[in-house]
Every structure is written in C-alpha cells, then in structure tokens.
C-alpha cells in the first residue's frame, strides 16, 4: 500500500490550503484514514481521522474548527481543507492509514506517506 500526499506549501496566516492523499494498492474504502504533523523538534501529533464508511471525523484539539477531513472512495484519496492558517500550523503533514488501535496513537498505523510541507507566514 503506497500513500502520496500533496498540496503543502507557503501560504500567508489566515490562509488556506486543501492537502490530498492518494492511495494505492490496498482497500482504500476499509481503511480510517488520519492526518499527522510534524514540526521540528516535537513529536508528530495527531490533526484528524475520518474513519471508513465516513463514518465521524474527530480532531486534534489546536485544529478543531479550522481543518477538516474529507475522503472520497471512488478516487481513494483522504483530503485535509485547512483555513485560518497560523504559523504554528507550520509542519510536515503525513496522511497515515488502517490503525490497529487508538486513531490517535502514531504508533498504531500500518500506513504512512512521506509527507508534504506547509509552511504558514506571519
């Protein structure tokens, strides 16, 4: 299963920015599918799930109400809309796939991508 994120880069605070997820070679429709960041220096941190049959969408508490998770079967792609960008939204964002346990325990995910850039301008 090989998972490619896109649609990082530069945008200036209270931006926006849409990142997408495709997958292939796995059961897109079986698996959650999650949103991770990275900055320097910190732990990846969770950002958002959406689980299979979209089913309820939860989020990290710093982006709750400004990001939101989508994903569609039919193209087995996970989307991240992201609005009202600040700079401490700046990190690597990797799309993570089919967990074993807690949506939001990094370690519990069979699946990453390599992650795309977004860097937020004050």
């Known amino acids: 299963v090989q998972l490619q994120a896109s649609g990082g880069g530069l945008v200036q605070a209270g931006g926006s920015l849409r990142l997408s997820c495709a997958v292939s070679?796995?059961?897109?429709?079986?698996?959650?599918m999650a949103w991770f960041r990275q900055s320097p220096g910190k732990e990846r941190e969770f950002v958002a799930v959406?689980?299979?049959?979209?089913?309820?969408?939860y989020y990290g508490d710093s982006v709750q109400g400004r990001f939101t998770i989508s994903r569609d079967d039919a193209k087995s792609t996970v989307y991240l809309q992201m609005n009202t960008l600040r700079p401490e939204d700046t990190a690597v964002y990797y799309c993570?796939?089919?967990?074993?346990?807690?949506?939001?325990?990094?370690?519990?995910?069979?699946?990453w991508g390599r992650g795309t850039q977004v860097t937020v301008s004050s």
């Open positions: 959406v689980p299979r049959h979209n089913g309820r969408t």
């Open positions: 993570a796939g089919h967990p074993f346990g807690s949506y939001y325990d990094r370690t519990k995910y069979h699946y």
């Open positions: 070679g796995g059961t897109f429709s079986e698996y959650d």
